[in-house]
């Protein structure tokens, strides 16, 4: 398929993908992301969750309240702020085990990589910020929270910021350590929202 010009187009195709149901995967359609043309700062999660997947929104469940908590943002705020996408952009389903969601396969990641790429290469972000681990080793190849939390990236011309994941199922937040790695985190994610915001050659009101 060629590639999509314009973030409108991009999207439209997006919301049309089905790739992983016709591979046979279990997920539920559609595709969640938010967006438009000319946000300067990326969001990479995992994926939706049920609630998402109802409300067709990214970040609508309790994590995505947490995450607003911690980057101080209301949610119209968020959402005018930040270009919201994931790993995978369908619900995955229930975990088979019963608990939690099942976590999409390599090969539904691999199917669903195209998307991020033509959204990088479009909006050009200044700042990706990624929430959780997967979505930190798929674009930044880390493969701990703990060596990557606190730190910022060069990813092409984007400052990339690693989040842990705000739902806390992990316990990674139990530790003191830990937390103050993200409070670092955070620092370094306003400090670049700002700079969106308020680019040097600009002079404020
Ligand atoms: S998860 Fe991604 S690749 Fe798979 S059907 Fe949804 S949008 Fe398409």
Known sequence: MSR?????????????????LEAGYPIVPPPVFAGHVGQRAYLYGLAPGRVEAETGLPWQGRAGAT?????????????????????TRCFPGPSPGGRGDRRATPAEEELCASWREDELR????????????????????????ADAVGKSYLLDDAVAVPLPHPSGASGWLNDETNRKRLGKALTHVRRELERIAHPPHTERP
């Open 4 to 20: 999509a010009r314009s973030v409108v187009a991009l999207q439209r195709r997006n919301a049309a993908c089905r790739r992983c």
């Open 67 to 87: 995450l607003r908590r911690w980057l101080r943002l209301e949610e119209k705020d968020f959402f005018e702020r930040f270009y919201c996408a994931s790993v």
């Open 122 to 145: 479009l909006l050009r972000p200044a700042l990706v910020v990624t929430v959780g681990l997967p979505a930190a080793a798929q674009l930044l190849g880390v493969r701990r929270l």
